[in-house]
């Protein structure tokens, strides 16, 4: 019963930006590492990016230099800047605490999650 909400999604033209929230009010996540992934009918899930508990933040190539995650552990949120986003961006975002936390190092290794939400859908228009 206990799960991320996800916030921030929308529509925007190619080249735009958004800002993706991660939050829940019934645990602390700021013992943990926090991801977030992508999923669309067309392409398994994968996640983008992971911030340690520390802060210490990795990425996947194919959105290095264009999203950002952070946390603000008082507001118990987790964030994703997209910046200069493509058509090939349009996904469900979700975030989760990687069930392997040491994998937060490696976003493309990380296969599997706890607490997941519903996402936050991104379109990306041409």
């Known amino acids: 019963q206990l799960r991320l909400v996800e916030s921030g999604g929308g529509l925007v033209q190619s080249g735009g930006s958004l800002r993706l929230s991660c939050s829940t009010s019934?645990?602390?996540?700021?013992?943990?590492?926090v991801g977030w992934f992508r999923q669309s009918p067309w392409k398994e899930r994968e996640a983008v990016a992971c911030?340690?508990?520390?802060?210490?933040?990795s990425y996947i190539e194919a959105v290095k230099n264009r999203f950002t995650i952070s946390r603000d552990d008082a507001k118990n949120t987790v964030y994703l800047q997209m910046n200069s986003l493509e058509p090939e961006d349009t996904a469900r975002y979700l975030c989760?605490?990687?069930?392997?936390?040491?994998?937060?190092?490696?976003?493309?290794?990380?296969?599997?999650?706890?607490?997941w939400g519903q996402g936050t859908q991104v379109t990306v228009s041409s």
């Open positions: 989760a605490l990687p069930k392997d936390q040491a994998m937060c190092h490696y976003p493309d290794k990380i296969r599997s999650g706890h607490y």
């Open positions: 019934q645990f602390s996540i700021d013992v943990y590492a």
């Open positions: 911030i340690t508990n520390e802060g210490r933040t």
